[in-house]
């Protein structure tokens, strides 16, 4: 199984869109980062968990499920940073592979001396962007896909089965 720790204040910071958005509206741009990485999960099949400062959040810590996408803010008084660092070290296992996603050096170095693998804020936004266009071939090919009897027929037999099937008379 693989697992993607989401560093999102990292991942806002970094990406064109969400840093635009940021600019006008935190929230939003907290909520299409949730999004792309829900369309990310949905293509990959990877486990996402993203991880928020209560920097910008205040309160209680808080969890949350978008979408298949594990959603944390951090306790007051804990960085994304040390719970991401906490989370890596729980969930490496033989059988899961853990990546962080952070332009982050320092938070980098930390990972990779618990056995994870990084992902910095631009490679992930590249992924992102390619499974988006992606999905948008698939879906293209999918909608000129034609319809083809296992009966060979003439098109005006066709078109008059089509016309019964719909109840157009």
């Given at each position: 199984m693989i697992v993607l720790l989401v560093d999102?204040?990292?991942?806002?910071?970094?990406w064109p869109e969400l840093k635009q958005l940021k600019e006008r509206d935190l929230s939003q741009a907290r909520d299409l980062l949730i999004e792309m990485m829900a369309e990310y999960q949905s293509y990959t099949g990877d486990?996402?968990?993203?991880?928020?400062?209560?920097y910008h959040v205040r309160g209680l810590e808080k969890k949350q499920l978008n979408h298949k996408v594990e959603v944390i803010f951090t306790k007051e008084s804990e960085t994304a940073?040390?719970?991401?660092?906490?989370?890596?070290?729980?969930?490496?296992?033989?059988?899961?592979?853990?990546?962080?996603?952070?332009s982050d050096y320092a938070e980098q170095r930390t990972i990779f001396g618990q056995g994870a693998f990084r992902?910095?804020?631009?490679?992930?936004?590249?992924?992102?962007?390619?499974?988006?266009?992606?999905?948008?071939?698939?879906?293209?090919?999918?909608?000129?896909?034609?319809?083809?009897?296992?009966i060979p027929m003439n098109k005006e037999v066709r078109e008059l089965f089509e016309k019964w099937r719909r109840g157009d008379k």
């Open positions: 999102g204040y990292n991942m806002i910071g970094a486990r996402i968990i993203i991880v928020f400062d209560a940073d040390e719970r991401i660092e906490k989370l890596a070290g729980q969930l490496n296992d033989v059988r899961t592979q853990v990546y962080v996603a952070t992902k910095s804020a631009r490679e992930l936004y590249i992924e992102v962007k390619n499974i988006e266009n992606q999905i948008k071939k698939d879906v293209e090919a999918r909608s000129e896909v034609q319809y083809q009897p296992k």
